[in-house]
């Protein structure tokens, strides 16, 4: 018999609408944390969770993060407002992409 994909994972926020998706944002400087992020973000609507993917041995950034916005339609302003934008300048002048913002995936369970 042919194995199930295992089902999608991804617990909606407390403060989320039932109609919130996850977003990914990409090409971050890895100077940025969700302190300097945030103030852009907000920029799109009102952010529920902001997480910088991080290294789990050294902490350091991976120039990622996922966001939940209070609703869908929040999202996808961001996506309009943010994708492929260059809006974070890295001080230490060794990425120069633009964010990349778009719909994130949802987790499978192992």
């Not at 994909?5 to 039932?18: M, R, S, V």
Request: hydrophobic share 35%; net charge positive.
């Amino acid at each position: 018999p042919e194995a199930k994909a295992a089902p999608l994972e991804d617990q909606l926020p407390t403060g989320c609408a039932k109609d919130a998706i996850k977003l990914f944002a990409g090409n971050i400087p890895k100077s940025y944390g969700e302190e300097q992020l945030l103030p852009l973000f907000e920029k799109a609507g009102k952010v529920i969770e902001l997480i910088v993917l991080r290294d789990k041995t050294t902490h350091e950034s991976k120039g990622s993060a996922f966001i939940w916005y209070a609703n869908r339609v929040m999202a996808e302003t961001a996506i309009q407002q943010l994708n492929m934008v260059h809006d974070l300048t890295d001080p230490t002048g060794q990425q120069d992409r633009p964010l990349v913002v778009r719909r994130g995936q949802a987790r499978r369970r192992p």
